[in-house]
Structures are given as structure tokens and as C-alpha cells.
């Protein structure tokens, strides 16, 4: 929780946003947001997914600010990406192997983002 209050001023700052704009759009108190950044008051999880929603966080900065207020990533919700960074930590997992899948890895990524250019800009 300690860094939770410092990343939340520097993303809603970075907006040019005011403690009660944020309270605002994330449906919360104005008083909460300040207490927040003071550090005074923890969020509960959801508020923080509301306060990462208001601000249309980037999933990076979604991310930070979950873990800045003590939270488990979203991304161990899915069990592939649970198991690839279990596998990519074992130190037995031989280094040629683990080349390989961080190899497979970026090709799906590069794979995925053509498909999400395509989509926004209407080519096949």
C-alpha cells in the first residue's frame, strides 16, 4: 500500500486531473482519493479496478497500480500465462529450450498485434 498513493498521484497528474475529477468519474468520495495518496486509506480491490478503469490505464499501468496496492496481477486469472512464467523460472528448464519458448513467445505476440492493426485499420 505504500506505493500505491505516490503511482496514483503521478497517473491522475499525468491526466492533468484533479483529486475530484478522478472521484468523479471513478464513482468514488473526493475525500477517498486524497486520503489514498496521503496513504491514510488502503482501496479495496475493486475500487482500484474503478480507479484503473476512470483513468483507461494502459494494462502495464493497471497492473503497477494492483501491485502498488498489494494486489495480485490480473494476469494470473489466466492459467497458460500462469504456467509459461512457472516454466520460464524453473532453473532446470534446460537454456536452449527456454530460448525456444521466449522465441515462440515473440512470434505470437508479433502474431497477435498484426491481427489487433488489422482490426483498427480495416485490412484483412
Avoid: Y
Avoid at 491526466?15 to 475525500?31: F, I
Avoid at 525456444?100 to 492493426?117: E, I, K, P
Wanted: no cysteine.
Amino acid at each position: 500500500m505504500n506505493d500505491f498513493g505516490p503511482l496514483l498521484a503521478e497517473l491522475r497528474t499525468a491526466r492533468r486531473w484533479s483529486q475530484a475529477k478522478l472521484a468523479e468519474r471513478a464513482g468514488l468520495d473526493p475525500s477517498s482519493v486524497s486520503r489514498f495518496e496521503a496513504g491514510t486509506r488502503g482501496p479495496e480491490r475493486d475500487t482500484v479496478l474503478a480507479i484503473a478503469d476512470a483513468l483507461a490505464l494502459p494494462v502495464i499501468d493497471r497492473e503497477r497500480l494492483l501491485a502498488a496496492a498489494g494486489f495480485r496481477s490480473e494476469a494470473w486469472d489466466d492459467p497458460i500465462l500462469a504456467d509459461l512464467v512457472e516454466l520460464l523460472a524453473d532453473p532446470m528448464l534446460p537454456p536452449d529450450v527456454a530460448a525456444d519458448v521466449r522465441t515462440l513467445l515473440r512470434v505470437a505476440v508479433q502474431h497477435g498485434r498484426r491481427a489487433q492493426d488489422a482490426r483498427e485499420t480495416g485490412r484483412p
